[in-house]
């Protein structure tokens, strides 16, 4: 018997809000910036303003990348609250479901824009407020290893000289500032890796060049260069203290906010997948049926009935990582789960649609293929599938990455 969990009451109205802008603003102009890589999409520029409209008005519930945020007291543990977190998802999953490169090149929605609502302190988060912030974390050498990273912050006086290189940074070029990851210290390991907010337009930070890329064309990815780039130390997110007894937890704590978000992006690509591959299908004559048995079924809807659990199971990962948030309750092992299977489910349900419509799926009549190239990118970012999989052993087994690599 299938598991229908709708969507809470209070978010029912941001989610169709969100639906309806991803219907009719983010499709009718998802093949025109996919095909126009590195052009800025002008058209977000109004939807941008109605959304900070509605995040100043308390309308949006936090929803956004700026939602994902812990908070409240002692009081407030143990009570259920559908909050920022699930209002988040939710609608990251709709705006996904029209298209994933136009929501990653929204104005002030960056992946930047999470790590600082995730880990700022609330003069931090007022400073930065209005800011569009994208996330340089990936470095030539490496790249889900996080741990590995060589681009340096050095305390000099009251402001930090950062050196390095970081590729793969999304909206880099269009982004207002970057949050950098950088060691305070090599020699003390994970526990130096910091985060901070670099201003663009700050003497030694350059945009190296732009990536030509499989998918999500209509955002830009950039390669970006520090040459002795002075950021004031109050730049620096979170706490300066490097405390080597909790290791690399804090800056970690980034993800257990942002890999959800991710997730979500995998599930509404998936679901515009399976959405259209049902009409295309019926079209076809092969009508899926919920009320009889797959395996009675044409073998193409037995097929797509698969796909739809398996993409309901990513979906419930998803939902319960950002419940957990909301409630303040340790989700990194949830975060990563949730990350691992929509992921990968996202890979498997798009390119399995483009399979069951045969040359339609292949060819650009419709957005099935699309949608295969938009999916594959975010198995990979934040953390790629077999780096999930890693956390989540740990995790299970209760080994630290020194006993588990």
């Known amino acids: 018997?299938?598991?229908?969990?709708?969507?809470?009451?209070?978010?029912?109205?941001?989610?169709?809000?969100a639906?309806?802008?991803?219907?009719?603003?983010?499709?009718?102009?998802?093949?025109?910036?996919?095909?126009?890589?590195?052009?800025?999409?002008?058209?977000?520029?109004?939807?941008?303003?109605?959304?900070?409209?509605?995040?100043?008005?308390?309308?949006?519930e936090g929803a956004g990348a700026t939602g994902v945020r812990r908070e409240g007291g002692d009081d407030d543990k143990g009570k259920v609250k559908n909050g920022a977190n699930l209002a988040s998802v939710t609608s990251v999953a709709e705006m996904c479901w029209g298209d994933t490169?136009?929501?990653?090149?929204?104005?002030?929605?960056?992946?930047?824009?999470?790590?600082?609502?995730?880990?700022?302190?609330?003069?931090?988060?007022?400073?930065f407020k209005g800011r569009w912030a994208s996330m340089a974390i990936t470095e030539p050498h490496f790249g889900s290893d996080s741990a590995a990273i060589s681009t340096t912050a050095v305390l000099d006086g009251d402001e930090y000289v950062i050196n390095g290189e970081k590729i793969f940074v999304t909206s880099g070029e269009r982004s207002d500032c970057i949050v950098v990851w950088a060691t305070l210290d090599k020699s003390l390991g994970r526990a130096a890796i910091k985060s901070f907010v670099v201003e663009k337009?700050?003497?030694?930070?350059?945009?190296?060049?732009?990536?030509?890329?499989?998918?999500?064309?209509?955002?830009?990815?950039a390669v970006i260069t520090f040459t002795d780039a002075r950021v004031?130390?109050?730049?620096?997110?979170?706490s300066p203290e490097v405390n080597v007894e909790q290791g690399f937890a804090g800056a970690m704590a980034t993800f257990d906010n942002t890999r959800p978000l991710v997730a979500a992006m995998a599930v509404g690509c998936a679901r515009a997948s399976l959405d259209l591959t049902r009409d295309l299908l019926k079209e076809a004559g092969i009508e899926v049926d919920y009320d009889r048995p797959a395996i009675l079924q044409h073998a193409a809807a037995a097929r797509f009935l698969q796909l739809e659990a398996d993409w309901e199971a990513g979906?419930?990962?998803?939902?319960?990582?950002a419940w957990m948030a909301d409630n303040r309750k340790p989700n990194s092992l949830e975060a990563s789960m949730a990350k691992a299977k929509a992921g990968?489910?996202?890979?498997?349900?798009?390119?399995?649609?483009?399979?069951?419509?045969?040359?339609v799926g292949y060819s650009e009549e419709e957005l099935l293929e699309k949608w295969a190239r938009d999916s594959k990118i975010l198995d990979i970012f934040e953390g790629t599938q077999q780096i999930q999989q890693l956390i989540v052993a740990r995790r299970v087994l209760g080994l630290s990455s020194a006993e588990l690599k």
Do not use: F, W
């Open 1 to 17: 018997m299938a598991i229908n969990l709708e969507v809470p009451k209070k978010h029912r109205a941001l989610v169709d809000q």
């Open 19 to 60: 639906h309806q802008v991803a219907m009719n603003m983010l499709r009718p102009i998802s093949r025109k910036y996919d095909i126009a890589e590195h052009e800025y999409p002008k058209e977000l520029d109004m939807l941008a303003a109605m959304i900070d409209g509605l995040s100043e008005s308390g309308a949006s």
């Open 101 to 127: 490169g136009l929501l990653l090149s929204m104005p002030r929605q960056g992946l930047g824009n999470s790590a600082i609502a995730s880990v700022a302190n609330d003069e931090q988060l007022e400073r």
């Open 201 to 221: 337009g700050t003497p030694g930070v350059k945009v190296e060049r732009l990536e030509e890329k499989l998918g999500i064309r209509a955002s830009d990815t």
């Open 232 to 238: 004031p130390k109050e730049n620096l997110l979170g």
């Open 315 to 321: 979906r419930l990962l998803t939902l319960q990582a």
């Open 344 to 359: 990968r489910v996202g890979s498997d349900v798009t390119l399995s649609c483009v399979e069951l419509c045969a040359s």
